[in-house]
């Protein structure tokens, strides 16, 4: 069919298929073939009352295609009388999208979406008839069966038409019909031709009828027969649509005037609607594009105004209006080419009126509005007809769309189960209502899929995350299936269920299943084959099956796709689809019949030929029980029980089973390779591993966990609370991010506060809550007893007033959680608050008619004037039934009836104006009500009114005088109003659309739709800096408001004229020189809240009334500038609700996040960029400590301790290492120190001067200065440190960019340094390269990644970020330098790619390299990009160039070399792109696997040796001639858990969460060996006593014990004495037994030897232990046999002491040591540990430090049963350690202090060369060395006496 010629001048549809063979169609249900003696013709019949049933289907299959492309559809049918029927068609656009457009007379009103149209068909009757006449005078048109005496029908659908107009499509070919039941049919036809039924071929022929172009004669075999005597429109129907149809108040298929086709000719491309005024018995005809009103009727003797059409290139047509006697004065349908408008004859009661014509101005042309002085009623005598070729130009509102959705806050709605993880598990798919939203975990970006006319109720996706599956809770359910990388609906699917909630893809994507429920509400389970659904869009059914049993959840197998598996209610199910047909097996579940099974996990194992873990199925319950199957061999392989946790030691009262206690109630499952996750209905999010021995992590929400989803790659866990908060758990750092929070229910209404950018919402919920409007994050929870109903912030302070359903009105201040007033003066639920623009009153509305004024400028806000009954009643018009004026002069609302609207003055509420609304239209016949209010701005003088009429009344405030009226505003009432500040636009929000209007109305299309929510919208408004849009209902929704700058007015002048005053809350900051800045203040980027996950620690809840953090520590807030004044003592009832704060840090409360700081002010700060979506980027590890303060270093030469060596290397930095090959400079960083290695020697000099982690490094070409940089975040200034190479001092110290430095350089000739600041910030800032003195500064237009010098050209410099390339060149005017800034976008053949790094070559050719593998070659003379190739797979974040070669290296772990030889041949003389990436002029040598991404390099002047820093943590020694890699440096990438010297100092070993065991040589800090366990954290470790020290034994996070042997290299043995993580071990002294302890408090007594436990001590059961240490002692000392002592300190800061005799088996309890504490502080910070040591010089004393009422180290004497003394410590010691010489003690602490004390004397030094809290420190056994570490940071100190 790629011909279209056979089609011309139409196809016999029927006659197509041979449709009576039904080979080609298909038919269901009763269908028959009938004689009918009308039409005395054979027709098909189709009866039966279920159209799902009883159809004709053409073509036969659903994957099939007509491919018929004629514009008009002829249908010949007769409906059944007094039956329903439906007619589907399937029509393809242009882009592929299938639209299913469906008519029928079941309709009620006309419904749309992006894919469906659903057209009511109103039924004809025959002429005379009662139905007919009934019909005639009806209001609405009689929608419903079919009459008695139905009639013949020739239906015209006009489907290019239909697509243009209503879904902004091009029409392609009609793919499919299907005929439904109740009908009979004669004929189907398709033609480009216009034809009239009514005019036979003979007529036309002899020349009798002349037809337009375009037009033709019906063909004999679709024409009915007329009888002699009569007119064919007598006897039949003929329906045209559109431009057909009267009476219907929306779009419909209906019976008009005799249309006559011969005169009416094709209307042009795209189709635009144009409007006609009627008289009066056409009303209200609306369209999609357009809103027509019909004008009203007014008494004569008065001038009319008749508006016509403007059309461009079209000569102007006068309209003739004859007198009311003249014959041609006839009705006529009016055809506009394809208006739903139509005039009709005049009423009798009309033709006495005189009838003037007179032209309008164009500015009111096609205008929807009715003028008080027009009369507009005219008739107009014949069609206007425009040529097919010319277009009709109208003028639009513009730009179009003017609204671009740009977030949403909100998630759920029918279901919070379905949320996803893209493959690589950077974004996330979660439904939010009728919307997908598919967000970047990264940067909060989010993309919309939007269709849905439900709320989702299921989504899938498949495995390569490139369809994606939903359907929604309607009751026929539609499934829709999405390209997910375009985020288009590329498949329409009918699922024929009454409900679908479970869908589920195939790994491949080949299979799709579903599960709902079918008509009699039985459980359906469907699959579809999806396998060409990208290609041709077809998803076709395999089979279809009906069950008994209850689904809750259903899973495709990952190995085969044929096989399903699913759980309910008492059941697991294997399913089979073979032949068609699906059949099922029952998993024999014996006595765990009756359990509830809520979920199920297939594991999906990458392992080759690993099929038994392929074919394991988890199922959990709601009783805790976990089922693993083989459902392979349908099968239980374990049943294991989830209990919670025992109480802990201090509680338990009585001893406790293991079965004791209800069982977790897990509600969703998800299971990797390495352990699986868990939700539970009591808030729990759990990992465990595989065999549930126990939980190795875990994270408490707000509410019951509803779902979760590991990723792709195990790193992550996604979980959803039933509370609306939607968050995911880093696996390795045990951090916890929330990416959205959502209200529960509805979202009543809202208030922003414009200069914080805050919004506060109000929702059924009973929750009010307080967002922050960048990042979407919630800031405050205020919880209600009751519900609120009304809430608005004031227009310049933290202060924001509630109104409830009790009638009570609350006014808090943000600042200082209090409740500032309490009034409860309304009997009945608050419809509205606000305050005045001003600030100095606030205003509350009740639904028992009261109205309150306050005094907001008053401490207290007390109230001043109650009125009753002024308010018209009812909570109908919440939550903003009450507006105030700009000027602050006028109060308005509705009342006291729902016919008035009333003004008052503001300040008194004294009556000014009423006006009634209920006469403004007499032709109605009911009375009209208001429904909303709101004032224009000052110099329109409006107050707009919505009706009930579905109207839009201006009414001007000072006269009352109706100015202008707007008919047909929505489809249902409008029911909120809002108006831009330039009064240009004006909002309507009506049922669930939006609409932007011209606020004149003064355009040819006045208004744009855009739809996307599921409920009723409750609220819409501007954003006061007038660039976005804010609705709410189901959701909270942002738009960008896109109308050009120079339309869009940001507001410069004062809200209010009086000065500002400071209010209850005392906040100064929004005042400026008695202005305030509503929109002149940046925006702020608002901190993002996270949760800090700590194993089994629970935060306690917070008092009402009291505002604290709920999640994660608390951060220190800067005080405010200016004391608050003296308050009035909180209200009694004050604690009604609970505030949680969740803004963790940022800006102080009292000072906006955005606000102008000091050092900036008058300046406009930029708006903060989301961070790059690349791993070149520089981001700061999280980190929770803040640095000491005030430390004093200790006298030079003085030192308790001195820095020996720095191991490790800081992977997360970015460009952190240089290397220079002719003076052999090596310097690296590792946390906030710069270290200067020997590469001959090994030995380390170490530059201390940075307090936080350094991010970049650069050299000076001389190589005598280098350069570090570190930095926190946005709010604190960066450091960056110039070096003297030579001696290790610190030349300048500089302080500019804001938040991290992404990358530095010096020129060629050291002349200049430059700095680039991180995305934050984004400034370059340019220094003098002898004094470092700042030259000059300017902000890129995007962030940057990296910027370097050009060694060719003096002067220039090149960068390169996110959207392109940055060429810079330097200009000195005397003394003022200046910066010259070229932006050049990247190159199309990159795409959205960012490009990431750049090099220089010799010849001054640029490279730079992106996120997407290419390498892009730059002429720099002429900044034009000339070549680009693929280097790599993946992003490059590292490029070098010397001479001929290039290297690259990326995140895919790859080093390349290549030859760019014959690049610069290939540089163009001009302009024009030569060379693509299909070229040979690049040319691959050779390539390098390392360890993890490519972070820094440097090589030599050759390119053949060089040194590559990895983000393992490694760096490495390559050479390109030998092909050979080196290790050089290494260490831990994650955190450090355990470091440990040897007894005999001659190694020392340190482990980690990654689960390696590394052992390192002493002195030169080589490593020796590492011992790797996957999946596992190494928590602690032990040397074998005695010299020799051949063994090392490690701890881990799965309860298991590895010993390994250092000789052989090799674990020489595992033992797993604990159920839970092994936390603390240690050898006996003689290293006769293995002392172990995990988090239970359990102590296991091991052999060593053989492996056995020999005993099991559980006096610190319930607590977890933190230390064991041993020592030895006299046999009989203390009064207790043995010649050991050892002690075991627990979590509940019990220290228990034991003599022990391991050779006799006996182990004595010496003493047991209690120590007092107070309550955990309420703040939920983490207790510091307790810890203790025998003291090595003082003999039977014992050390401890840990939480209690002082901060302090206790000496206590066994002996003595006595404390000797305390030394008083400045912070909580986080780890302890003794020293065997010169009495010394080393404390860390969270400040990043490391702290050497002398125990006898208190003496002590502090040292600060950390950058996160020191969590390890231990002495060597001799004393002269100290290992200190701070998360991967490990410090060897040489010590020496205080």
Same mark, same amino acid.
């Given at each position: 069919?790629?011909?279209?010629?056979?089609?011309?001048?139409?196809?016999?549809?029927?006659?197509?298929?041979?449709?009576?063979?039904?080979?080609?169609?298909?038919?269901?249900?009763?269908?028959?073939?009938?004689?009918?003696?009308?039409?005395?013709?054979?027709?098909?019949?189709?009866?039966?009352?279920?159209?799902?049933?009883?159809?004709?289907?053409?073509?036969?299959?659903?994957?099939?295609?007509?491919?018929?492309?004629?514009?008009?559809?002829?249908?010949?049918?007769?409906?059944?009388?007094?039956?329903?029927?439906?007619?589907?068609?399937?029509?393809?656009?242009?882009?592929?999208?299938?639209?299913?457009?469906?008519?029928?007379?079941?309709?009620?009103?006309?419904?749309?979406?992006?894919?469906?149209?659903?057209?009511?068909?109103?039924?004809?009757?025959?002429?005379?008839?009662?139905?007919?006449?009934?019909?005639?005078?009806?209001?609405?048109?009689?929608?419903?069966?079919?009459?008695?005496?139905?009639?013949?029908?020739?239906?015209?659908?006009?489907?290019?038409?239909?697509?243009?107009?209503?879904?902004?499509?091009?029409?392609?070919?009609?793919?499919?019909?299907?005929?439904?039941?109740?009908?009979?049919?004669?004929?189907?036809?398709?033609?480009?031709?216009?034809?009239?039924?009514?005019?036979?071929?003979?007529?036309?022929?002899?020349?009798?009828?002349?037809?337009?172009?375009?037009?033709?004669?019906?063909?004999?075999?679709?024409?009915?027969?007329?009888?002699?005597?009569?007119?064919?429109?007598?006897?039949?129907?003929?329906?045209?649509?559109?431009?057909?149809?009267?009476?219907?108040?929306?779009?419909?298929?209906?019976?008009?005037?005799i249309n006559q086709a011969s005169e009416v000719c094709d209307s042009p491309e795209p189709q635009e609607s144009v409007c006609v005024s009627l008289s009066r018995p056409v009303r209200d005809r609306v369209s999609l594009i357009q809103q027509i009103t019909t004008p009203k009727h007014r008494p004569k003797h008065r001038k009319v105004t008749l508006v016509t059409p403007t059309l461009p290139e079209v000569p102007p047509v006068r309209l003739s209006v004859p007198a009311a006697g003249d014959p041609g004065a006839g009705g006529r349908c009016l055809d506009d080419g394809g208006v739903h408008v139509f005039a009709t004859p005049l009423d009798r009661e009309d033709e006495d009126e005189d009838i003037i014509t007179s032209p309008l101005p164009r500015a009111l042309s096609h205008s929807p509005v009715v003028e008080v002085s027009e009369v507009p009623c005219a008739e107009v005598t014949r069609p206007i007809s425009l040529p097919a070729t010319k277009t009709s130009h109208q003028r639009k509102l513009h730009p179009d769309p003017i609204l671009r959705l740009n977030r949403i806050i909100g998630f759920g709605g029918k279901t919070m189960k379905n949320v996803l993880w893209s493959k690589l598990g950077d974004e996330v798919i979660y439904p939010c209502h009728a919307v997908i939203v598919a967000m970047t975990i990264c940067s909060g970006k989010q993309r919309f899929f939007i269709g849905h006319t439900d709320k989702v109720s299921a989504l899938a996706l498949n495995g390569s995350c490139t369809v994606l599956a939903s359907a929604q809770a309607d009751t026929h359910s539609l499934m829709r299936i999405w390209s997910y990388e375009t985020a288009q609906c590329v498949a329409l699917v009918n699922t024929h269920a009454q409900s679908l909630n479970i869908l589920s893809f195939s790994y491949s994507g080949r299979v799709l299943c579903g599960v709902g429920r079918d008509a009699h509400s039985k459980t359906?389970?469907?699959?579809?084959?999806?396998?060409?659904?990208?290609?041709?869009?077809?998803?076709?059914?395999?089979?279809?099956?009906?069950?008994?049993?209850?689904?809750?959840?259903?899973?495709?197998?990952?190995?085969?796709?044929?096989?399903?598996?699913?759980?309910?209610?008492?059941?697991?199910?294997?399913?089979?689809?073979?032949?068609?047909?699906? #059949?099922?097996?029952? /998993?024999?579940?014996?006595?765990?019949? &009756?359990?509830?099974? +809520?979920? %199920?996990?297939?594991? *999906? @194992? $990458?392992?080759?030929?690993?099929?038994?873990?392929?074919?394991?199925?988890?199922?959990?319950?709601?009783?805790?029980?976990?089922?693993?199957?083989?459902?392979?061999?349908?099968?239980?392989?374990?049943?294991?029980?989830?209990?919670?946790?025992?109480?802990?030691?201090?509680?338990?009262?009585?001893?406790?089973?293991?079965?004791?206690?209800?069982?977790?109630?897990?509600?969703?499952?998800?299971?990797?390779?390495?352990?699986?996750?868990?939700?539970?209905?009591?808030?729990?999010?759990?990992?465990?591993?595989?065999?549930?021995?126990?939980?190795?992590?875990?994270?408490?929400?707000?509410?019951?966990?509803?779902?979760?989803?590991?990723?792709?790659?195990?790193?992550?866990?996604?979980?959803?609370? #039933?509370?609306?908060? /939607?968050?995911?758990?880093?696996?390795? &750092?045990?951090?916890? +991010?929330? %990416?959205?929070?959502? *209200? @529960? $229910?509805?979202?009543?209404?809202?208030?922003?506060?414009?200069?914080?950018?805050?919004?506060?919402?109000?929702?059924?919920?009973?929750?009010?809550?307080?967002?922050?409007?960048?990042?979407?994050?919630?800031?405050?929870?205020?919880?209600?007893?009751?519900?609120?109903?009304?809430?608005?912030?004031?227009?310049?302070?933290?202060?924001?007033?509630?109104?409830?359903?009790?009638?009570?009105?609350?006014?808090?201040?943000?600042?200082?959680?209090?409740?500032?007033?309490?009034?409860?003066?309304?009997?009945?639920?608050?419809?509205?608050?606000?305050?005045?623009?001003?600030?100095?009153?606030?205003?509350?509305?009740?639904?028992?008619?009261?109205?309150?004024?306050?005094?907001?400028?008053h401490q207290e806000i007390p109230m001043l004037r109650v009125l009753g009954n002024v308010l018209a009643q009812g909570v109908e018009r919440a939550p903003d039934a009450l507006v105030v004026s700009g000027d602050s002069s006028r109060l308005a609302f509705i009342g006291p009836t729902e016919h008035t609207v009333t003004l008052m003055d503001a300040r008194s509420l004294d009556e000014v104006l009423r006006v009634d609304v209920s006469i403004l239209d007499l032709d109605s016949p009911k009375l009209d009500s208001a429904l909303k209010v709101c004032f224009s701005p000052a110099k329109s003088s409006h107050l707009l009114i919505s009706t009930s009429a579905n109207k839009i009344l201006y009414v001007h405030t000072h006269t009352g005088k109706l100015n202008r009226e707007v008919s047909s505003v929505h489809k249902k009432c409008c029911w909120s109003l809002a108006v831009s500040e330039d009064s240009r636009y004006l909002l309507t929000a009506g049922c669930n659309a939006l609409k932007v209007w011209d606020y004149n109305m003064a355009l040819d299309v006045n208004s744009q739709v855009y739809i996307g929510h599921s409920e009723p919208i409750k609220q819409v408004s501007f954003t006061p800096d007038q660039m976005g849009v804010v609705s709410a209902g189901d959701a909270l929704f942002f738009w960008d408001f896109l109308a050009h700058p120079q339309e869009a007015m940001i507001r410069s002048q004062p809200i209010f004229n009086s000065p500002s005053k400071a209010g209850p809350s005392g906040d100064p900051g929004a005042e400026t020189d008695g202005m305030l800045l509503s929109s002149g203040i940046p925006r702020g980027s608002a901190p993002l809240p996270s949760l800090d996950v700590t194993p089994f620690d629970r935060t306690p809840q917070d008092a009402f009334g009291e505002l604290s953090l709920n999640e994660g520590p608390s951060l220190a807030r800067s005080p405010s500038p200016i004391p608050?004044?003296?308050?009035?003592?909180?209200?009694?009832?004050?604690?009604?609700?609970?505030?949680?704060?969740?803004?963790?840090?940022?800006?102080?409360?009292?000072?906006?996040?955005?606000?102008?700081?000091?050092?900036?002010?008058?300046?406009?700060?930029?708006?903060?960029?989301?961070?790059?979506?690349?791993?070149?980027?520089?981001?700061?590890?999280?980190?929770?400590?803040?640095?000491?303060?005030?430390?004093?270093?200790?006298?030079?030469?003085?030192?308790?301790?001195?820095?020996?060596?720095?191991?490790?290397?800081?992977?997360?930095?970015?460009?952190?290492?240089?290397?220079?090959?002719?003076?052999?400079?090596?310097?690296?960083?590792?946390?906030?120190?710069?270290?200067?290695?020997?590469?001959?020697?090994?030995?380390?000099?170490?530059?201390?001067?940075?307090?936080?982690?350094?991010?970049?490094?650069?050299?000076?070409?001389?190589?005598?200065?280098?350069?570090?940089?570190?930095?926190?975040?946005?709010?604190?200034?960066?450091?960056?440190?110039?070096?003297?190479?030579?001696?290790?001092?610190?030349?300048?110290?500089?302080?500019?960019?804001?938040?991290?430095?992404?990358?530095?350089?010096?020129?060629?000739?050291?002349?200049?340094?430059?700095?680039?600041?991180?995305?934050?910030?984004?400034?370059?800032?340019?220094?003098?390269?002898?004094?470092?003195?700042?030259?000059?500064?300017?902000?890129?237009?995007?962030?940057?990644?990296?910027?370097?010098?050009?060694?060719?050209?003096?002067?220039?410099?090149?960068?390169?970020?996110?959207?392109?390339?940055?060429?810079?060149?330097?200009?000195?005017?005397?003394?003022?330098?200046?910066?010259?800034?070229?932006?050049?976008?990247?190159?199309?053949?990159?795409?959205?790619?960012?490009?990431?790094?750049?090099?220089?070559?010799?010849?001054?050719?640029?490279?730079?390299?992106?996120?997407?593998?290419?390498?892009?070659?730059?002429?720099?003379?002429?900044?034009?990009?000339?070549?680009?190739?693929?280097?790599?797979?993946?992003?490059?974040?590292?490029?070098?160039?010397?001479?001929?070669?290039?290297?690259?290296?990326?995140?895919?772990?790859?080093?390349?070399?290549?030859?760019?030889?014959?690049?610069?041949?290939?540089?163009?003389?001009?302009?024009?792109?030569?060379?693509?990436?299909?070229?040979?002029?690049?040319?691959?040598?050779?390539?390098?696997?390392?360890?993890?991404?490519?972070?820094?390099?440097?090589?030599?002047?050759?390119?053949?040796?060089?040194?590559?820093?990895?983000?393992?943590?490694?760096?490495?020694?390559?050479?390109?001639?030998?092909?050979?890699?080196?290790?050089?440096?290494?260490?831990?990438?994650?955190?450090?858990?355990?470091?440990?010297?040897?007894?005999?100092?001659?190694?020392?070993?340190?482990?980690?969460?990654?689960?390696?065991?590394?052992?390192?040589?002493?002195?030169?800090?080589?490593?020796?060996?590492?011992?790797?366990?996957?999946?596992?954290?190494?928590?602690?470790?032990?040397?074998?006593?005695?010299?020799?020290?051949?063994?090392?034994?490690?701890?881990?996070?799965?309860?298991?014990?590895?010993?390994?042997?250092?000789?052989?290299?090799?674990?020489?043995?595992?033992?797993?004495?604990?159920?839970?993580?092994?936390?603390?071990?240690?050898?006996?002294?003689?290293?006769?037994?293995?002392?172990?302890?995990?988090?239970?408090?359990?102590?296991?007594?091991?052999?060593?030897?053989?492996?056995?436990?020999?005993?099991?001590?559980?006096?610190?059961?319930?607590?977890?232990?933190?230390?064991?240490?041993?020592?030895?002692?006299?046999?009989?000392?203390?009064?207790?046999?043995?010649?050991?002592?050892?002690?075991?300190?627990?979590?509940?800061?019990?220290?228990?002491?034991?003599?022990?005799?391991?050779?006799?088996?006996?182990?004595?309890?010496?003493?047991?040591?209690?120590?007092?504490?107070?309550?955990?502080?309420?703040?939920?910070?983490?207790?510091?540990?307790?810890?203790?040591?025998?003291?090595?010089?003082?003999?039977?004393?014992?050390?401890?430090?840990?939480?209690?009422?002082?901060?302090?180290?206790?000496?206590?004497?066994?002996?003595?049963?006595?404390?000797?003394?305390?030394?008083?410590?400045?912070?909580?010691?986080?780890?302890?350690?003794?020293?065997?010489?010169?009495?010394?003690?080393?404390?860390?602490?969270?400040?990043?202090?490391?702290?050497?004390?002398?125990?006898?004397?208190?003496?002590?030094?502090?040292?600060?060369?950390?950058?996160?809290?020191?969590?390890?420190?231990?002495?060597?056994?001799?004393?002269?060395?100290?290992?200190?570490?701070?998360?991967?940071?490990?410090?060897?100190?040489?010590?020496?006496?205080?």
């Amino acid at each position: 069919m790629c011909s279209r010629d056979w089609q011309h001048p139409y196809v016999n549809i029927f006659k197509h298929v041979r449709l009576e063979e039904w080979k080609k169609a298909s038919r269901e249900g009763d269908v028959t073939t009938s004689m009918d003696k009308t039409i005395k013709s054979s027709v098909f019949r189709i009866r039966g009352s279920v159209p799902a049933s009883n159809y004709i289907q053409i073509p036969k299959s659903s994957s099939q295609s007509l491919g018929l492309t004629g514009r008009y559809l002829y249908l010949l049918f007769r409906p059944s009388p007094g039956k329903h029927f439906l007619v589907h068609l399937d029509v393809v656009a242009e882009e592929g999208q299938v639209i299913r457009v469906s008519f029928s007379n079941m309709f009620k009103e006309f419904k749309s979406s992006s894919t469906c149209l659903q057209l009511p068909f109103v039924c004809g009757a025959a002429k005379g008839s009662v139905y007919e006449s009934t019909a005639r005078t009806a209001k609405q048109g009689l929608v419903g069966p079919a009459p008695e005496r139905v009639r013949w029908v020739c239906l015209v659908l006009d489907l290019r038409y239909l697509l243009s107009v209503y879904l902004n499509r091009r029409y392609s070919h009609l793919k499919s019909l299907k005929l439904g039941s109740n009908m009979s049919l004669k004929n189907a036809m398709t033609s480009n031709l216009l034809m009239d039924p009514g005019v036979c071929l003979s007529v036309v022929k002899s020349g009798a009828v002349v037809l337009g172009e375009g037009c033709a004669p019906m063909p004999r075999e679709m024409s009915f027969p007329v009888p002699k005597g009569s007119n064919w429109h007598d006897v039949y129907d003929y329906i045209r649509f559109p431009s057909d149809g009267m009476k219907m108040p929306f779009d419909s298929i209906q019976k008009g005037q005799i249309n006559q086709a011969s005169e009416v000719c094709d209307s042009p491309e795209p189709q635009e609607s144009v409007c006609v005024s009627l008289s009066r018995p056409v009303r209200d005809r609306v369209s999609l594009i357009q809103q027509i009103t019909t004008p009203k009727h007014r008494p004569k003797h008065r001038k009319v105004t008749l508006v016509t059409p403007t059309l461009p290139e079209v000569p102007p047509v006068r309209l003739s209006v004859p007198a009311a006697g003249d014959p041609g004065a006839g009705g006529r349908c009016l055809d506009d080419g394809g208006v739903h408008v139509f005039a009709t004859p005049l009423d009798r009661e009309d033709e006495d009126e005189d009838i003037i014509t007179s032209p309008l101005p164009r500015a009111l042309s096609h205008s929807p509005v009715v003028e008080v002085s027009e009369v507009p009623c005219a008739e107009v005598t014949r069609p206007i007809s425009l040529p097919a070729t010319k277009t009709s130009h109208q003028r639009k509102l513009h730009p179009d769309p003017i609204l671009r959705l740009n977030r949403i806050i909100g998630f759920g709605g029918k279901t919070m189960k379905n949320v996803l993880w893209s493959k690589l598990g950077d974004e996330v798919i979660y439904p939010c209502h009728a919307v997908i939203v598919a967000m970047t975990i990264c940067s909060g970006k989010q993309r919309f899929f939007i269709g849905h006319t439900d709320k989702v109720s299921a989504l899938a996706l498949n495995g390569s995350c490139t369809v994606l599956a939903s359907a929604q809770a309607d009751t026929h359910s539609l499934m829709r299936i999405w390209s997910y990388e375009t985020a288009q609906c590329v498949a329409l699917v009918n699922t024929h269920a009454q409900s679908l909630n479970i869908l589920s893809f195939s790994y491949s994507g080949r299979v799709l299943c579903g599960v709902g429920r079918d008509a009699h509400s039985k459980t359906m389970l469907v699959v579809w084959s999806s396998e060409s659904v990208l290609k041709k869009g077809v998803v076709s059914v395999l089979a279809k099956a009906h069950t008994d049993v209850d689904i809750r959840a259903l899973k495709v197998s990952c190995c085969d796709d044929m096989r399903m598996v699913s759980c309910g209610f008492g059941n697991v199910r294997l399913w089979r689809l073979r032949s068609g047909s699906l #059949r099922s097996c029952p /998993l024999n579940l014996d006595q765990l019949h &009756s359990l509830e099974f +809520t979920d %199920l996990a297939l594991l *999906h @194992t $990458h392992a080759l030929g690993d099929t038994a873990q392929e074919h394991t199925l988890f199922v959990s319950s709601k009783s805790g029980h976990i089922l693993e199957v083989d459902y392979a061999a349908v099968a239980i392989k374990n049943v294991r029980r989830l209990l919670p946790s025992q109480p802990s030691h201090g509680q338990r009262r009585e001893k406790q089973t293991f079965n004791s206690g209800p069982g977790i109630a897990v509600s969703s499952i998800s299971v990797c390779e390495a352990y699986c996750a868990t939700g539970s209905e009591d808030g729990f999010l759990r990992l465990w591993p595989l065999d549930f021995s126990s939980v190795f992590l875990e994270a408490e929400h707000e509410g019951p966990v509803c779902h979760v989803c590991v990723s792709g790659d195990s790193l992550r866990v996604l979980a959803s609370t #039933r509370c609306g908060s /939607l968050g995911y758990l880093e696996v390795g &750092s045990r951090a916890y +991010t929330t %990416l959205m929070r959502s *209200h @529960t $229910h509805t979202v009543l209404g809202f208030s922003i506060d414009g200069i914080r950018r805050r919004i506060t919402t109000a929702s059924s919920d009973g929750t009010v809550r307080i967002w922050d409007m960048d990042s979407m994050q919630q800031l405050y929870d205020f919880i209600s007893e009751d519900t609120p109903s009304s809430v608005a912030f004031h227009p310049s302070l933290p202060v924001f007033c509630c109104g409830s359903s009790s009638g009570c009105l609350r006014v808090f201040d943000i600042t200082t959680a209090s409740m500032l007033a309490q009034h409860r003066k309304h009997s009945e639920s608050v419809v509205g608050c606000v305050f005045s623009p001003d600030g100095e009153c606030l205003f509350s509305g009740s639904a028992d008619g009261s109205l309150a004024l306050y005094n907001s400028a008053h401490q207290e806000i007390p109230m001043l004037r109650v009125l009753g009954n002024v308010l018209a009643q009812g909570v109908e018009r919440a939550p903003d039934a009450l507006v105030v004026s700009g000027d602050s002069s006028r109060l308005a609302f509705i009342g006291p009836t729902e016919h008035t609207v009333t003004l008052m003055d503001a300040r008194s509420l004294d009556e000014v104006l009423r006006v009634d609304v209920s006469i403004l239209d007499l032709d109605s016949p009911k009375l009209d009500s208001a429904l909303k209010v709101c004032f224009s701005p000052a110099k329109s003088s409006h107050l707009l009114i919505s009706t009930s009429a579905n109207k839009i009344l201006y009414v001007h405030t000072h006269t009352g005088k109706l100015n202008r009226e707007v008919s047909s505003v929505h489809k249902k009432c409008c029911w909120s109003l809002a108006v831009s500040e330039d009064s240009r636009y004006l909002l309507t929000a009506g049922c669930n659309a939006l609409k932007v209007w011209d606020y004149n109305m003064a355009l040819d299309v006045n208004s744009q739709v855009y739809i996307g929510h599921s409920e009723p919208i409750k609220q819409v408004s501007f954003t006061p800096d007038q660039m976005g849009v804010v609705s709410a209902g189901d959701a909270l929704f942002f738009w960008d408001f896109l109308a050009h700058p120079q339309e869009a007015m940001i507001r410069s002048q004062p809200i209010f004229n009086s000065p500002s005053k400071a209010g209850p809350s005392g906040d100064p900051g929004a005042e400026t020189d008695g202005m305030l800045l509503s929109s002149g203040i940046p925006r702020g980027s608002a901190p993002l809240p996270s949760l800090d996950v700590t194993p089994f620690d629970r935060t306690p809840q917070d008092a009402f009334g009291e505002l604290s953090l709920n999640e994660g520590p608390s951060l220190a807030r800067s005080p405010s500038p200016i004391p608050s004044p003296a308050r009035s003592p909180t209200p009694k009832h004050s604690s009604f609700l609970r505030v949680t704060d969740r803004s963790q840090g940022g800006a102080s409360p009292d000072k906006p996040a955005n606000e102008l700081g000091e050092d900036n002010l008058g300046t406009s700060s930029p708006k903060v960029e989301p961070r790059p979506d690349c791993y070149k980027h520089f981001t700061l590890r999280y980190n929770t400590s803040a640095p000491e303060q005030g430390v004093v270093a200790p006298p030079p030469g003085e030192e308790g301790l001195r820095l020996n060596a720095v191991i490790g290397y800081n992977g997360n930095g970015r460009g952190n290492m240089v290397w220079n090959p002719d003076t052999g400079l090596f310097v690296y960083t590792c946390g906030c120190v710069c270290v200067v290695e020997n590469l001959h020697t090994g030995s380390q000099r170490h530059w201390l001067g940075h307090m936080e982690e350094i991010s970049t490094l650069a050299i000076s070409h001389d190589a005598q200065l280098v350069a570090s940089a570190s930095g926190s975040d946005a709010s604190s200034k960066s450091l960056i440190c110039i070096w003297n190479v030579a001696d290790g001092s610190r030349r300048n110290s500089m302080s500019f960019h804001r938040g991290a430095v992404q990358s530095m350089a010096f020129s060629r000739d050291d002349r200049y340094f430059l700095s680039v600041g991180d995305y934050s910030e984004q400034e370059v800032a340019l220094w003098s390269g002898s004094c470092f003195e700042l030259l000059s500064h300017v902000r890129a237009p995007w962030p940057l990644h990296e910027a370097l010098f050009s060694p060719v050209t003096d002067g220039l410099l090149a960068a390169v970020g996110s959207s392109g390339t940055l060429f810079c060149s330097i200009h000195t005017h005397g003394t003022r330098t200046e910066l010259q800034v070229q932006s050049v976008c990247a190159p199309a053949e990159v795409g959205d790619a960012e490009l990431t790094s750049l090099c220089f070559n010799a010849n001054g050719l640029l490279f730079t390299s992106t996120s997407r593998g290419q390498v892009c070659v730059w002429d720099c003379s002429t900044q034009r990009c000339f070549m680009t190739w693929d280097a790599d797979e993946g992003e490059i974040g590292v490029l070098l160039c010397c001479g001929n070669r290039l290297v690259c290296g990326s995140n895919s772990r790859r080093l390349r070399l290549w030859s760019v030889a014959a690049v610069q041949a290939l540089r163009p003389q001009n302009t024009e792109r030569t060379q693509d990436s299909s070229s040979p002029a690049v040319l691959l040598e050779q390539e390098m696997q390392l360890d993890g991404a490519v972070v820094s390099a440097a090589f030599d002047d050759a390119m053949d040796m060089g040194i590559v820093g990895s983000t393992a943590g490694t760096l490495w020694y390559t050479n390109w001639m030998e092909n050979t890699s080196i290790r050089l440096i290494n260490g831990h990438k994650s955190k450090v858990n355990a470091v440990l010297f040897s007894p005999d100092e001659s190694r020392f070993a340190t482990c980690g969460q990654d689960g390696s065991l590394r052992v390192w040589a002493l002195p030169s800090n080589e490593l020796l060996v590492q011992f790797q366990v996957l999946n596992q954290s190494c928590e602690c470790l032990s040397w074998s006593p005695g010299m020799a020290s051949a063994c090392v034994s490690g701890g881990y996070s799965d309860g298991t014990i590895r010993v390994f042997n250092l000789n052989s290299s090799e674990m020489e043995m595992k033992l797993q004495p604990h159920p839970t993580a092994v936390c603390a071990l240690q050898y006996s002294d003689t290293g006769l037994v293995l002392l172990s302890a995990c988090r239970d408090g359990l102590i296991a007594v091991i052999s060593p030897v053989t492996g056995a436990t020999l005993r099991v001590i559980g006096d610190h059961k319930g607590a977890a232990i933190t230390c064991i240490q041993s020592t030895k002692k006299q046999y009989k000392e203390f009064g207790l046999q043995g010649d050991e002592l050892w002690l075991a300190v627990s979590a509940d800061r019990r220290v228990s002491v034991w003599a022990a005799d391991w050779k006799l088996d006996k182990c004595d309890l010496l003493d047991w040591l209690s120590f007092p504490a107070p309550a955990a502080p309420e703040n939920g910070d983490v207790l510091p540990p307790s810890l203790a040591a025998f003291s090595p010089c003082e003999r039977g004393v014992v050390v401890y430090t840990g939480y209690g009422v002082t901060k302090d180290i206790t000496f206590y004497c066994l002996n003595k049963k006595q404390v000797l003394r305390t030394i008083m410590l400045a912070d909580w010691a986080l780890c302890l350690s003794v020293s065997s010489k010169g009495r010394l003690l080393a404390v860390g602490s969270k400040r990043r202090v490391v702290k050497v004390l002398h125990s006898s004397s208190g003496r002590f030094q502090d040292f600060t060369p950390h950058g996160d809290s020191v969590q390890l420190c231990t002495f060597s056994p001799s004393g002269r060395q100290l290992l200190t570490a701070a998360h991967n940071e490990i410090l060897l100190w040489n010590t020496h006496s205080l």
